[in-house]
């Protein structure tokens, strides 16, 4: 036992930043850039120079992950214990 507290269900016990790093597929087509993450397949970015293309397909990316972790929770069991992991 680690002698750290257990979270109530439901709460968030140690709220961090998750930092992942994820693969981008980039390519240009015509006067766009355009990626998409092998890891996260219903995300994608555009954008008229390379950096905007990145940082638009990190912003879907971040709307997947929090899409994917509120309908987990929401279809979590009653009484489930959850926490936070860093990975």
Excluded: H
């Excluded at 968030?12 to 996260?40: H, T």
């Excluded at 390379?50 to 879907?60: F, T, W």
């Excluded at 489930?80 to 992991?85: D, G, L, N």
Aim: hydrophobic share 40%.
């Amino acid at each position: 036992m680690s002698g750290l507290p257990i979270a109530p269900p439901c709460q968030v016990l140690y709220p961090v930043a998750m930092r992942n790093r994820y693969s981008a597929i980039v390519q240009r087509d015509g006067k766009w850039f355009v990626a998409f993450c092998p890891e996260v397949p219903e995300a994608n970015g555009q954008g008229k120079t390379r950096e905007e293309c990145l940082q638009s397909l990190a912003a879907a990316i971040e709307l997947v992950v929090d899409y994917r972790r509120e309908q987990g929770l929401a279809n979590a069991p009653r009484g489930a214990e959850q926490t936070s992991i860093l990975v």
